[in-house]
């Protein structure tokens, strides 16, 4: 039994070679890439950059602009309400689908784009698909920094960058809803540094969603009564987010986001 064991054993070897880990293959493959392959991988990284920037471009060339105004919406309200009835669904899905290229094109236009949605959808509606394509932008453009650029950033930053990225690798979903809840920051820059810092994708998700909610719905009710000031003549505060009375509220939440971390920090300087 004891040879026949044995044999079985190397003729099962010969026709199933022993399995290597994922890391180990990944290592051999890139260790045996010549100069030639390592730059067209390089290259093929960019791709999705400079798509992002050329549809940027692309915009403001075509005077695309234009058409992410109050002004334009003033004018077209009509059609577009009447678009909305007749489409349902589909005006839904146009609507969530656009608002994800402008966020993942960071194309200027997110506060005149949410004040559009709740004026056509209403608050709660407009607000919702206003979430959803924000988010889908916002890891769009996340993925496409990380895979470009994420490497050689940290290379060149050295000490400075790996410091941020250990803040972010501990408390990742503090930091990011602290930066998501106060628009002091752009959104395309919030966009972008958790990719150079290694902020896993799922808690980039979550946290991008979760943290754009309160600053969307301000807008998205505005929205729902511009109809109304735009029949009047009157002008729409797209600075409205940064009054206090709604302003406040959001620096409240993002102080409670913030005392995980707090409360780790203190807590180690005690044990130490």
Not at 33 to 52: R, Y
Not at 111 to 132: K, Q, S, Y
Not at 154 to 163: H, L, T
């Amino acid at each position: 039994m004891g040879m026949v064991g044995r044999a079985s054993k190397q003729h099962a070897a010969a026709i199933f070679p022993e399995e290597k880990t994922l890391g180990d293959d990944t290592q051999n493959d890139s260790a045996t890439l010549g100069p030639g392959e390592k730059t067209v991988l390089s290259l093929a990284k960019l791709i999705p950059v400079v798509i992002l920037i050329a549809g940027l471009v692309a915009f403001f060339a075509f005077d695309l602009d234009r058409y992410l105004s109050l002004s334009a919406l003033k004018e077209n309200r009509e059609a577009l309400t009447g678009w909305v009835a007749d489409t349902g669904l589909v005006a839904w899905l146009a609507y969530a689908s656009v608002y994800a290229l402008v966020t993942a094109f960071s194309i200027p236009g997110g506060a005149v784009m949410t004040i559009a949605g709740g004026f056509l959808f209403g608050p709660w509606l407009g607000g919702t698909l206003t979430v959803i394509g924000a988010t889908i932008g916002a890891t769009a453009i996340f993925l496409a920094a990380r895979c470009a650029w994420a490497d050689f950033l940290r290379d060149k930053a050295g000490g400075a960058i790996r410091k941020m990225e250990d803040g972010f690798k501990e408390n990742a979903l503090s930091y990011l809803l602290f930066l998501r809840l106060i628009p002091v920051f752009p959104f395309w820059l919030v966009n972008l540094v958790p990719a150079f810092l290694s902020v896993p994708v799922g808690i980039y998700i979550f946290g991008t969603a979760v943290g754009i909610i309160p600053g969307t719905f301000v807008y998205a009710l505005v929205g729902d009564g511009v109809g109304a000031l735009l029949e009047a003549g009157q002008d729409v505060n797209l600075g409205i987010i940064f009054e206090p009375r709604f302003l406040l509220p959001i620096a409240g939440l993002a102080a409670l986001v913030l005392l995980p971390v707090l409360y780790k920090k203190f807590k180690g300087r005690s044990a130490s």
